[in-house]
């Protein structure tokens, strides 16, 4: 059936055969991703329903940190500490690639965790700008700590990362320690952390900076389990325990991850840019196709979504012990940063909108016009079908690129839950991704490069291509591996876009984001967490139908379809998503 609020003859799926491939969209998206068949990924599951709370971890950290480092934390450093999410995002991954997080979880992760949680206390002595203790999330126990001393710990790390040069001049802050003497001095943290001295393999030589650890037996694959000691002014400031990573596994992902920042802002950011100039354009070339008063509530709803997102991150930024001034100033340039993205999609849903107008096609209804808000709930509807597709697409493509290419992928602390301040906030940012990227590559990218290449096939690829390699970043390799994914989910979203129009294609995009966002969140575990998934999944719906409310049948007037005023850019049917001439 056609939408009156349609020209060029639209051709839609009947709504039988649309929902038989949601159910098996839906059915092969559990069996893949929510219920994986293979062992590392089941415990994996069954890890993340034992995590402890938030207050458990400062509790066992205010215990180690009075016992263990016999500090007596003031009230106020209680009061203030952060407490976040940290993860050896390699070893993760080198465990992953090598299909040895299994045996990992099995042996090794009680005493040697990948993720823990990271209790930083500031201030807790004059002497000290803050102590950091690192909590194993399923156990409690604490694993790691430092102290950082009130002089400059980046002045340390800079000195670290400049060479062997540097090498007296670390003694010195560590007190010109000789190795004997580092050795007492760490017998009562090893102790402390339960490590036997017979177990231990010492690593380090005379004259080296800190004190390194082997110990025996405790191997797999190519990684080995070590203790890091670090010293300060004469005594112990920090101690980590972990499984060290090959140096061929670090070169590949520092490899990987620099072929993923040229496809990102050589291939995304600059090419976004050039988009957002011509949607500029092409907003005043088509200003009278179109309206300026379009464009301003869905973008002001990404400016203020996207904003709320970026300010529920501030832990992501507060846990490097950056200055208030510092953290002040990054806020605020980020704030920039969001402003002339939504005046990207700002521009894009105004030039897009006259681009399509202009040329007698109707795919962004205005309120009010005939049909406007039955479409409406019609396009929620297909919406919630089509994200259940493309989750089903999603989950099929991963398992070819697991079994072709080896994909794989690793953690990343700066994208999860628990590193915001308020975790339910989190699938908001779903509605900033439906509505801008369905804006900026869709509504004004697929009709601004058909323009330039006169194939709707290959404006639809281009559009896709760009916005996949925004992507690339992502934590997964080879990092080719997301813009082949995305390719196949970008020409199915341009594909609902052309033969269902911008509403459906926004609410298809939203709800394929909030039912995984929302998945991250329920799997945090808590009453609230369950509750606030659902009703972000549920959220579409509600919005439609309140937009509904607003535009009842009995509020709308009858307008003439848009006469197009130069050769339309598809011919009938207008989804043929085919090359001309093929």
């Not at 919005?543 to 379809?561: C, D, G, H, M, Q």
Request: glycine letters at 8%; a negative charge; charged letters at 15%.
């Amino acid at each position: 059936m056609n939408s009156p609020l349609t020209s060029n003859g639209r051709r839609r799926m009947k709504t039988k055969n649309l929902w038989l491939l949601a159910a098996l969209g839906f059915i092969v998206f559990v069996a893949v991703q929510l219920f994986p068949t293979t062992d590392s990924e089941s415990l994996q599951l069954q890890q993340s329903n034992e995590v402890i709370s938030k207050q458990e971890a400062a509790a066992s950290a205010s215990e180690f940190v009075q016992s263990v480092l016999g500090i007596d934390l003031p009230n106020p450093a209680k009061d203030k500490a952060l407490i976040t999410y940290e993860t050896r995002s390699d070893l993760f991954g080198y465990l992953t690639k090598a299909d040895l997080l299994a045996p990992y979880l099995k042996t090794y992760d009680k005493q040697f965790p990948y993720d823990v949680f990271r209790v930083r206390y500031p201030n807790p002595t004059e002497a000290l700008s803050a102590v950091t203790v690192d909590v194993h999330m399923t156990t409690g126990k604490v694993v790691g700590f430092e102290e950082i001393s009130s002089s400059s710990n980046a002045t340390k790390q800079m000195m670290l990362d400049v060479g062997s040069e540097t090498t007296d001049s670390m003694k010195a802050w560590e007190g010109d320690l000789t190795l004997a003497e580092k050795e007492e001095l760490a017998q009562p943290y090893l102790n402390a952390f339960g490590f036997q001295p017979s177990d231990l393999e010492l690593a380090s030589g005379e004259g080296d900076v800190g004190l390194l650890y082997r110990i025996q037996g405790y191997t797999l694959g190519e990684s080995q389990a070590e203790i890091k000691l670090s010293f300060e002014y004469g005594k112990v400031s920090s101690l980590e325990s972990y499984f060290s990573v090959p140096q061929a596994h670090l070169d590949y992902v520092a490899g990987q991850t620099k072929i993923a920042s040229w496809l990102t802002y050589a291939g995304y950011a600059l090419l976004t840019f050039v988009l957002a100039i011509l949607a500029i354009v092409y907003s005043a070339l088509t200003r009278v196709h179109t309206s300026f008063k379009r464009g301003i509530f869905l973008a002001s709803a990404y400016f203020v979504l996207s904003t709320i997102g970026t300010i529920n991150m501030i832990p992501v930024f507060q846990k490097d012990g950056l200055e208030a001034g510092v953290l002040v100033f990054g806020l605020f340039f980020q704030g920039l940063v969001t402003l002339f993205l939504a005046a990207s999609v700002y521009f894009s849903l105004v030039g897009g909108d006259g681009l399509w107008r202009k040329n007698g096609i109707n795919l962004w209804a205005r309120s009010r016009e005939e049909g406007y808000g039955r479409s409406i709930l019609t396009s929620v509807g297909d919406g919630y079908a089509w994200a259940l597709i493309l989750l089903g697409v999603q989950s099929v493509v991963f398992f070819i690129l697991e079994h072709t290419i080896h994909t794989w992928s690793t953690t990343d602390a700066t994208q999860s839950p628990y590193n915001m301040v308020y975790p339910v906030l989190f699938p908001l940012l779903a509605w900033v991704a439906g509505i801008g990227e369905e804006a900026v590559y869709r509504l004004f990218g697929i009709p601004m490069l058909k323009k330039m290449f006169r194939s709707t096939f290959i404006a639809c690829l281009l559009s896709t291509l760009i916005w996949a390699f925004g992507h690339t970043l992502y934590p997964i390799y080879p990092v080719i591996s997301r813009p082949i994914e995305l390719t196949f989910i970008g020409l199915l979203f341009s594909f609902v876009f052309l033969r269902y129009g911008f509403a459906t294609v926004v609410f298809s995009h939203v709800i394929f984001d909030s039912i995984l966002m929302a998945l991250s969140l329920m799997f945090m575990g808590g009453a609230l967490n369950i509750v606030a998934g659902l009703f972000y999944i549920a959220l579409p719906a509600i919005v439609a139908y309140v937009i509904y409310l607003f535009n009842p049948p009995s509020k709308e007037r009858k307008t003439p379809p848009p006469q197009p005023k130069e050769e339309p850019y598809f011919t009938t049917p207008l989804a043929d998503l085919r090359p001309e001439g093929h």
